[in-house]
């Protein structure tokens, strides 16, 4: 079976590519007469987080029925198995976006379940809030749409709950963005990231962004500048193209001085996804991640710049509609830390992948005075990496509604680490 992430392969007892509800039955009757657990997946972007499977049947949803939005009510209607790609071409054209992730790749569910965080959520907030409904299997075989205590576990819970085959999600009125990305050679780091640090916290809601670390291997539409050495990267989505927006860009980019590279523009909302320079194919990858309750700048230049191997160290924006608890969110409605770390490194083979690994670990050493022990569990970047995303009051409430649908634990193995007490 395929994974995005082919570093972490899956290796199941027996594999299912369910495109209807009823495979998605079937399979767990199947399984539950050999006598397996069940996993479930869809693109593997989060392959390395999954923990062996060798007990299990794995059902990857590829749920047939296509995108539907319904324009009037600003919801899309989406089956298990699209990707973030597909809901943008079918909700830019009628000036609608939703709360999607930097890559058109990703697949919605795991985003939506996990917490996803966008170039938008500073506005609209963490993408579970976003869900209007959960269509799922539950481990008794029973299609139904989840509602009250399991509608709130489902959105942030930790996953183990059954197999997802449809979401549907609130959209929002968005028909132009400024979105790009500027680049300065990684000895302007210190500078830009103090600029950066400063700008961030005070900035409006309408505007997410990101700054990186990067090692950009050459390619179309990576110029030399970028790809002759580690570079500083600053880029995000401000909603809308007026006055306010330019003038919220200018406050963004003016103090940072002229880049070496610059693609900041004004576009519809379906240019977002290219913003972020996201891989669009399989990769061997692996990454770590942290949230952070503020960073010193000249700390992290000199732990994640100078001599890195990594594609990226990156500092996210939080703060905004992030920060504020949802009145009907789910379990996960928002991350009040101001500040995400994450890395990614190529895996591509084993001396990269060491080296790699090296120095994230020497990051995350150096970034420890900040680290809150908290994660976002979209970014976590493997299994055995160290989460917290609920508290302890939580874990006992999802436990106990997963115990309900679940009884015998047969998606017990689909569970986030530290989303449950259960060993
Ligand atoms: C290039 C790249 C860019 C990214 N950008 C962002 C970003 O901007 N913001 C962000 O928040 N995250 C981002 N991510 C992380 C991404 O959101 C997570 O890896 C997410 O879990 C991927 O969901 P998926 O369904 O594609 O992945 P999968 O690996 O297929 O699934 C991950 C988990 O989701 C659950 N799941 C998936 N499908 C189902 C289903 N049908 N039923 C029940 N559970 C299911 C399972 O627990 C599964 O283990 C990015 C990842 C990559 C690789």
């Known amino acids: 079976m395929k994974t995005f992430n082919m570093a972490a392969p899956v290796d199941p007892a027996e594999g299912v590519v369910a495109h209807t509800v009823a495979d998605v039955q079937a399979a767990i009757r199947r399984a539950v007469s050999k006598g397996l657990r069940v996993r479930t997946y869809t693109t593997g972007h989060a392959s390395a987080t999954y923990g062996p499977m060798h007990d299990a049947l794995v059902i990857q949803t590829d749920i047939e029925g296509g995108v539907r939005v319904d324009v009037d009510a600003r919801t899309a209607r989406i089956p298990a198995g699209s990707s973030w790609g597909e809901v943008v071409a079918a909700t830019s054209p009628h000036g609608l976006v939703a709360v999607h992730g930097t890559a058109a790749t990703v697949g919605v569910v795991g985003y939506m379940l996990r917490g996803g965080l966008s170039f938008y959520s500073r506005m609209f907030g963490l993408a579970p809030n976003s869900i209007r409904s959960i269509d ?115 406050s963004l980019l003016g103090p940072l001085g002229e880049p070496v590279h610059d693609t900041w523009h004004a576009a519809g909302p379906e240019a977002v996804l290219a913003t972020h320079m996201d891989p669009p194919n399989p990769v061997k990858s692996f990454g770590d991640h942290m949230l952070l309750n503020d960073v010193d700048a000249d ?29 009907e969110g789910g379990v996960l409605d928002h991350v009040a830390e101001p500040l995400l770390y994450q890395c990614v490194g190529s895996a591509a083979d084993p001396a990269t992948t060491e080296a790699g690994r090296r120095r994230a670990e020497r990051i995350r050493a150096e970034l420890a005075p900040w680290d809150t022990g908290r994660t976002v569990p979209s970014f976590v970047g493997s299994h055995l990496q160290p989460q917290g995303h609920l508290d302890a009051e939580q874990v006992v409430a999802v436990d106990r509604i997963r115990q309900q ?19």
Request: hydrophobic share 40%.
């Open 136 to 250: 799922l299997v539950t481990a008794d075989g029973e299609p139904r749409t989840a509602d009250g205590e399991l509608f709130w576990a489902l959105r942030g819970g930790g996953g183990g709950f059954g197999v997802v085959t449809a979401v549907e999600i609130d959209l929002f009125p968005v028909s132009s963005v400024i979105t790009g990305a500027s680049f300065w050679p990684v000895a302007e780091a210190g500078r830009i990231v103090k600029l950066w640090r400063d700008w961030a916290k005070d900035a409006p809601d309408t505007v997410t962004t990101s700054l990186r670390l990067m090692n950009i291997a050459p390619g179309p539409g990576k110029p030399e500048p970028i790809t002759s050495g580690q570079v500083v990267c600053v880029d995000g989505a401000i909603i809308g193209d007026t006055a306010e927006s330019r003038s919220i860009r200018d």
């Open 299 to 327: 700390t992290f230049v000199a732990a994640a710049g100078s001599g890195s191997p990594l594609l990226s160290a990156e500092l996210r924006q939080l703060g905004g509609a992030i920060g504020r608890p949802h009145p």
């Open 405 to 423: 649908v679940d009884p015998t634990g047969l998606f017990r193995g689909d569970i986030c680490p530290n989303a449950t007490v259960a060993t």
